[in-house]
Antibody, heavy 122, light 112 residues
Framework: EVQLVESGGGLVQPGGSLRLSCTGS????????MSWVRQVPGKGLEWVAN????????SYIDSVRGRFTISRDNDKKSLFLHMNNLRAEDTGVYYC???????????????WGQGTTVTVSS | NFMLTQPHSVSGSPGKTITISCTRS????????VQWYQKRPGSAPATVIF?????PSGVPDRFSGSIDDSSNSASLTISGLKTEDEGDYFC???????????FGGGTKVTVL
């Protein structure tokens, strides 16, 4: 079964740090771009960051660039999101997801984890 | 950069047909595929349409997607509406300029 499982969420004070992890199984992890997507309470889905198959390219939404770092360890089939200088507005459920590509066209996110909750509050 | 705009809510009676629009603010809607995700509280998002109009296996053919160049928008149509279709629906496309994904604001579907 193709599966993604996140961990690492929790309660952290503003300005603090947290590292989220996501482990994949049932597919060749190194063959896929991966993304982090979050949902702020009561609001919509927001793409946060993505990373190329070999980790050589990354992209971020403007609001997290310079504070968050996406990385991966293909040998361990794992994806990470290092979050520094956290703000209240970073509170939400964070999902890791597998990117799907056809030739050179992005076809969305076809596998999602169950999500891990991050709460930034004093 | 572009935005995807959806109506906040759409409702319909069981058995009826509803359509959710997703309008791209700049650039062609056809330049990158549009996907649609269903999101229920406490559950991960699930794809109901990918590559503008394709249905994943397991998604009933009551769900259909299309794009319209003239209005620069995508649409998700749900026919034969069922109570199980309630939830939030998000459109999504890719921004080749930023190499990031763009989500619409989401549409809450209510089955009356």
């Amino acid at each position: 079964e193709v599966q993604l499982v996140e961990s690492g969420g929790g309660l952290v004070q503003p300005g603090g740090s947290l590292r989220l992890s996501c482990t994949g199984s049932g597919f060749t992890f190194s063959d896929f771009w991966m993304s982090w997507v979050r949902q702020v309470p009561g609001k919509g889905l927001e793409w946060v960051a993505n990373i190329k198959k070999d980790g050589s390219e990354t992209s971020y939404i403007d609001s997290v660039r310079g504070r968050f770092t996406i990385s991966r360890d293909n040998d361990k089939k794992s994806l990470f999101l290092h979050m520094n200088n956290l703000r209240a507005e970073d509170t939400g459920v964070y999902y890791c997801a597998r990117d799907k590509w056809t030739l050179f066209l992005h076809c969305g996110l076809d596998v999602w984890g169950q999500g891990t909750t991050v709460t930034v509050s004093s | 950069n572009f935005m995807l705009t959806q109506p906040h809510s759409v409702s319909g009676s069981p058995g009826k047909t509803i359509t959710i629009s997703c309008t791209r603010s700049s650039g062609s809607i056809a330049s990158n595929y549009v996907q649609w995700y269903q999101k229920r509280p406490g559950s991960a998002p699930a794809t109901v349409i990918f590559e503008d109009s394709q249905r994943p296996s397991g998604v009933p053919d009551r769900f259909s997607g299309s794009i319209d160049d003239s209005s620069n928008s995508a649409s998700l149509t749900i026919s034969g509406l069922k109570t199980e279709d309630e939830g939030d629906y998000f459109c999504q496309s890719y921004d080749a300029h930023t190499q990031g994904l763009v989500f619409g604001g989401g549409t809450k579907v209510t089955v009356l």
